[in-house]
């Protein structure tokens, strides 16, 4: 059995992604590569529509042996870009930490 790997914000490349609605989900499992993995059942999502609140990455950590996490897109126009790309950036990294933190000590394991 192959390790399981938590990529946010994925492009397609990961064994589980999570996504902030169906519509985005769908985007990823749309593409080629996407649906080979799809197919050999090694690839999928969950939806976390506020990475903001507390626990929200709980779910997608059972069982990952890795994780990663994609920052956010900043090539964005939005005229207040502190507010709403970098702020929420680091709120969505230390939800990710935070919450693998909480799993591995549940685990009886550290934060390496």
Request: contains cysteine.
């Amino acid at each position: 059995m192959s390790s399981l790997v938590l990529v946010t914000g994925a492009k397609g490349l990961a064994v589980r992604f999570t996504a902030r609605s169906e519509e985005k989900a769908q985007k990823v499992l749309s593409r080629p590569v996407a649906q080979s993995l799809e197919a050999e059942d090694r690839l999928s999502h969950v939806l976390i529509p506020n990475v903001s609140v507390e626990g929200a990455y709980k779910e997608t950590l059972k069982g990952v042996s890795a994780g990663g996490r994609k920052p956010t897109d900043f090539s964005t126009e939005d005229t207040n870009p502190q507010a709403h790309c970098i702020t929420s950036s680091i709120i969505a990294t230390r939800a990710v930490v935070d919450t693998a933190a909480q799993y591995l000590r549940s685990l009886g394991k550290g934060l390496a």
